[in-house]
Nanobody, 123 residues
Framework: RVHMMESGGGLVQAGGSLRLSCTVAGSAFNNHAMAWFRQAPGKERERVSCFDWVGSAIDYLDSVKGRFTISRDNAKNTLYLQMNSLKPEDTAMYYC????????????????WGQGTQVTVSS
């Protein structure tokens, strides 16, 4: 059984930074792709970034390129998302998710999800 838990969200002013963490309990971390998604109120959930199962960072959402950095610590079974230069439009619930081996655009391919952590950026 796989359990994923996000932390690190909060309220920050525009231009500030946050680091999200996602701890993964169970056997998924070394054979699954790990991704960050976000969902803003009234909008569809979108993939922010993803590592495939061998640890290659695949891509970033265009709107976060140069500001967000995904990383992972295999020894700690933890996925991170460093978010810098935050903007009000980054306000969303952020989720970590796992898919078998590869990164997919569709959230339907992700088998495991955390409960989410809220990020609110004030202007």
């Amino acid at each position: 059984r796989v359990h994923m838990m996000e932390s690190g969200g909060g309220l920050v002013q525009a231009g500030g930074s946050l680091r999200l963490s996602c701890t993964v309990a169970g056997s998924a971390f070394n054979n699954h792709a790990m991704a960050w998604f976000r969902q803003a109120p009234g909008k569809e959930r979108e993939r922010v970034s993803c590592f495939d199962w061998v640890g290659s960072a695949i891509d970033y959402l265009d709107s976060v390129k140069g500001r967000f950095t995904i990383s992972r610590d295999n020894a700690k079974n933890t996925l991170y998302l460093q978010m810098n230069s935050l903007k009000p439009e980054d306000t969303a619930m952020y989720y970590c998710a796992a898919a078998w081996r590869y990164c997919f655009d569709s959230e339907r391919e992700y088998n495991y999800w955390g409960q989410g952590t809220q990020v609110t950026v004030s202007s």
